[in-house]
Each structure stands twice: as C-alpha cells, then as structure tokens.
C-alpha cells in the first residue's frame, strides 16, 4: 500500500483481487459492472481511499469502500487490507450463496462426478436386457 499515490481503476481491481488479470478487470469496467461513488467511470479512473465501489460479479455484489492504494498485486493478506466491505453486503451475499446451495440441493444437482468402473459394467448389462 502506497499512501498518497492514487492508481487506475482496472489496476486497483486487480491488485484486490477482484479479478484474476487487469484485462479481465478493464472489460468489467467498460461493461457497467463496476460502479465508483455512483457514477459509470472508466478504467483510467483515479482511484483513492475512501472511495466506494459497487463491484457485479455474477450474480454476486460487492460493496466496498477503498482503504488503501496498491500498484502491484500482492498476497491475499495485503488485498484484503485495500477496502473494507459493508456488512449489509457481506450477509447479503452469504445469502444468496446459501440460497444457490439450497436450490441446487433441491434440483438434486449434487452429482457424483464420473461413473466408477462397477457402475458403467452394471450400466453396460442393464443396456443388454
């Protein structure tokens, strides 16, 4: 973290962690994925602490309010040190990670992966009769 140099959008995301490369970072950005301080901004947009970012990912939301200014990406310990996320964020999304658990438990999605070798044999004679 550097005190008073401000970064760009798409470098600050990534260096967060938001996204695993800065091109992944900028095509969120020029889609309306992220928003700063209420407004669509771009990706060279100056970015410094105490802004709040409204990030989409999936059907997940991230509301954050910058901490600290990073040029590099670093480890996760120092990432999480950037922002900090609201609360009413944070249980909004455990939310609806739980309703996705739950619905898909439901739809009997839970999949035992590939056939083992007994069950594509047992598979194979049923196919016979």
């Known amino acids: 973290m550097e005190p008073d140099s ?3 959008l798409d470098k600050w995301l990534w260096a967060a962690r938001f ?5 992944q970072a900028a095509e969120a950005v020029e ?8 407004d669509k ?3 060279s947009r100056t970015i410094k602490p105490g802004d709040r970012i409204r990030i989409r990912l999936g059907p997940f939301e991230h509301r954050i309010t910058v ?7 670093g480890s996760a310990a120092v990432a999480a040190e950037l922002f ?3 609360p009413e964020s944070r249980a909004a999304r ?3 990670a739980e309703q996705h658990r739950l619905a898909a438990r439901l739809h009997g999605s839970e999949s035992r992966g590939r056939p083992s070798k007994k069950d594509r044999r047992d598979l194979v004679r049923w196919k016979k009769r």
């Open 84 to 86: 900090l996320e609201d």
């Open 41 to 43: 901004p771009k990706r």
């Open 94 to 96: 455990e939310r609806l």
């Open 31 to 38: 889609g309306g994925k992220v928003e700063v301080n209420g």
């Open 67 to 73: 901490r600290g200014v990073a040029q590099k990406r």
């Open 19 to 23: 996204f695993r490369t800065r091109s």
């Open 6 to 8: 401000p970064a760009r």
